[in-house]
Every structure is written in structure tokens, then in C-alpha cells.
């Protein structure tokens, strides 16, 4: 299993950026992929990006695509989410997600999961 834990949340204004970040500890050598996801208010949890551990493949979902971008650091065992020009829909809680067996980035379903990182943007 592992042990995943985001930070880096807040609330910002229109048009700012953010970082969040996700510390993986535990089996992390069985990581195949790590994927960010959201959920605003009333609405279904959506993946928003993907990255490989290994290979550095990256996934977005139109939603982010040219405004978020993913990375990670393997040694840190560490994934993160840059947030720039965002916007009052892009307020949701964000949860990170790892992948133990190889799937397409866009189908990330989740075996660990954090505790997720409220983001809150005002107009």
C-alpha cells in the first residue's frame, strides 16, 4: 500500500497560481502512475492529470490542458501539480491518486489515495 499526502492548498484570487504537491511513502516502488484529481460542490470526482513514474508520460484533461502542469520527482517520491491562471471553477477539493498496474493516463482509477487539499479561487 501507499501512503499518499497533499499539500499546498488555499485560497487565492483569479488568475493566480498555486502548486500542490503529494508525498507518496510506503510501496512506492509498485507505482505505475500518479494521477491529480477533483471534486467541486455536487459534482462527480474528475481526473485532471497523469504522469508514469517511470517514463514521464503526462495526461490532462481539456478542463487544464496549457494552464495546469504535472511532474514529479522520483527521488522525493513526490508528484506535483502546478496551477497557473486559475479560475473560480477550478475551486474543488484535489486528491492525489496511485496507479499499481500499467493503464492509460486518461483512465487512472486510483488503488491509494490522499486525504485531498481544498482549493478555493475567487473572482
Known amino acids: 500500500q501507499v501512503q499518499l499526502v497533499e499539500s499546498g492548498g488555499g485560497l487565492v484570487q483569479a488568475g493566480d497560481s498555486l502548486r500542490l504537491s503529494c508525498a507518496a511513502s510506503g510501496r512506492t516502488f509498485s507505482t505505475y502512475a500518479m494521477g491529480w484529481f477533483r471534486q467541486a460542490p455536487g459534482k462527480e470526482r474528475e481526473l485532471i492529470a497523469g504522469?508514469?513514474?517511470?517514463?514521464?508520460?503526462?495526461y490532462y484533461a481539456d478542463s487544464v490542458k496549457g494552464r495546469f502542469t504535472i511532474s514529479r520527482n522520483n527521488a522525493k517520491n513526490t508528484v506535483y501539480l502546478q496551477m497557473n491562471s486559475l479560475k473560480p471553477e477550478d475551486t474543488a477539493v484535489y486528491y492525489c491518486?496511485?496507479?499499481?498496474?500499467?493503464?492509460?493516463?486518461?483512465?487512472?482509477?486510483?488503488?491509494?489515495w490522499g486525504q485531498g487539499t481544498q482549493v478555493t479561487v475567487s473572482s
Open positions: 491518486a496511485s496507479d499499481r498496474l500499467p493503464v492509460p493516463l486518461n483512465k487512472i482509477r486510483g488503488d491509494d
Open positions: 504522469v508514469t513514474m517511470g517514463g514521464g508520460s503526462t
